[in-house]
Each structure stands twice: as C-alpha cells, then as structure tokens.
C-alpha cells in the first residue's frame, strides 16, 4: 500500500519560492499519475497540477507560468516549484495519486495534515 509525506512548506513573502515535496512509500510509484491538491480553511480542496507517467503536466488556470510539478521515480518522489508566490496561494498542500482505477487517498482521513504554505509580508 502506498503512503505518501509531504513536506517543504512554510511562510514566504509575496514573490517567494517554495519547493514542495511528496515522498511516496511503497512500489509502482512510477506507475501513478501524481497531483497536487491544495485546500483554505473553510473552502473545499482545489486540484492544482498533475503530471502523468510520461512527465506530462497540467495545471489550474491561477498557477500557470508559476509553478512546475516534476517527479523523480528514482526517489520515489513528486515537487511542486512555486515560484512569484501570491498571498492567494496561502493554504495546505496535500499531493494524491492514482492508477488503473486505483486511487492512493480515497477517505478524508487519509489525506493527513499535509504541508502548511503562508504568503504573507
């Protein structure tokens, strides 16, 4: 069963850079298509990016041109380079995966406590 960490979160002021990580356990990480989520209190959790097996990438409309999702299957390992951050991308970041139907983080509690960015001067 896969299980994944994230971290590199923290305060950053307007303009910022922060890499985000997500550590995977398990095998067949390769095999996953992997994303970044990102929820504000109060608010429902909001896709950001996705990259595909083959290092394809989407993002949302608001975070175009400014991050960049990447993966490394050596690592086992997907980052989230934020760059020209806004105070609008304050929130938590969780990262998901799925393959073949299977999803990794299915239930609320399953999404764990994720990794906390603070936009603020």
């Known amino acids: 069963q896969v299980q994944l960490v994230e971290s590199g979160g923290g305060l950053v002021q307007p303009g910022g850079s922060l890499r985000l990580s997500c550590a995977a356990s398990?095998?067949?990480?390769?095999?996953?298509?992997m994303a970044w989520y990102r929820q504000v209190q109060g608010k429902q959790r909001e896709w950001v990016a996705s990259i595909d097996t083959d290092s394809n990438t989407q993002y949302v409309d608001s975070v175009k041109g400014r991050f960049a999702i990447s993966r490394d299957n050596a690592e086992n390992t997907v980052y989230l380079q934020m760059n020209s951050l806004k105070p609008e991308d304050t929130a938590v970041y969780y990262c998901?995966?799925?393959?073949?139907?299977?999803?990794?983080?299915?239930?609320?509690?399953?999404w764990g406590l994720g990794t906390q960015v603070t936009v603020s001067s």
């Open positions: 398990g095998s067949s990480f390769s095999s996953y298509v």
């Open positions: 998901n995966g799925w393959r073949s139907g299977i999803t990794i983080r299915t239930t609320e509690s399953s």
